[in-house]
């Protein structure tokens, strides 16, 4: 096997703050979209459960829990949006 550079085989490393911000963005554009359902939306148990997901939820978790919490928030603001359109 030929020798290999080890500075080659390292990705470059994204700092936490970075990820954090990155997260912290997402979470904005996703409480941004969920602002967007409207008055109708609210009244949807699962508007009440994205919004407490992106707030509560978020906030008490680690960095690693937290892109799976905007997933989750994600997938339930997409239903809601679907369940909007569909009546």
Known sequence: MPKRDPAESK?????????YDALEQR?????ARLGELGETARANPAHARARKLLNET??????????????????????????????
């Open 27 to 31: 979470r904005e554009d996703l409480i």
């Open 11 to 19: 990705s470059p490393r994204v700092s936490f703050r970075a990820r």
């Open 58 to 87: 978020f906030r008490g978790a680690s960095l690693v829990q937290r892109a799976a919490i905007l997933e989750a928030a994600a997938w339930l603001i997409t239903l809601l949006d679907r369940s909007m359109t569909v009546v």
